[in-house]
């Protein structure tokens, strides 16, 4: 059938199917880019502290052990192509808020504050943050009863 028709009409048909499918590629590549963006996530995993936070007495006096995990969502694909650090969150800032939040701030009778507290520095800094997860667990619990640890999970949205 190409025989009968002339070499320009033939390339004309080529073209356009090759148009068409890059096209295609191309918007389901964005696709796929804006959803894995609105997924994207720092992980921070089990950051451990010593620190006095408690609602027993010798908990705020001794202190113990808190292991903190964090999920800062934000767009990594900027990262991702550039390779610089300029474009993603400070991994060691972000380490340090965390620390400075748990060890060094005020002390707190539930973990449930420690975890708001972290969640509200993590995103007061980073405006490239749309979402912070934290998690914040103690192994030592006072209760009666085997326990391998208690914890909190909070996620907290830039308003």
């Not at 190409?2 to 033939?10: F, G, T």
């Not at 068409?20 to 950051?47: F, G, H, K, N, Q």
């Not at 027993?56 to 292991?67: H, S």
Request: include cysteine; glycine fraction near 6%.
């Amino acid at each position: 059938q190409r025989d009968s028709q002339p070499l320009d009409v033939v390339m004309f048909h080529q073209t356009s199917r090759a148009l068409a499918a890059v096209s295609r590629c191309a918007r389901s590549r964005l696709a796929s880019t804006s959803s894995a963006t609105a997924s994207d996530a720092i992980v921070m995993r089990d950051m451990v502290f010593y620190a006095k936070h408690g609602a027993l007495e010798a908990e705020r006096v001794l202190g113990q052990k808190f292991t903190v995990n964090v999920e800062l969502f934000t767009p990594l694909d900027r990262a991702g192509a550039s390779d610089a650090l300029a474009d993603t969150v400070d991994y060691a800032k972000a380490w340090n808020i965390v620390r400075d939040v748990v060890e060094r701030g005020p002390t707190r009778i539930t973990i449930e504050k420690v975890a708001e507290d972290v969640a509200g520095a993590l995103l007061g800094e980073f405006a490239v943050v749309r979402r912070a997860v934290v998690a914040v667990d103690k192994k030592q619990v006072a209760i009666e009863g085997v326990l391998g640890s208690l914890g909190v999970r909070i996620v907290r949205d830039r308003a």
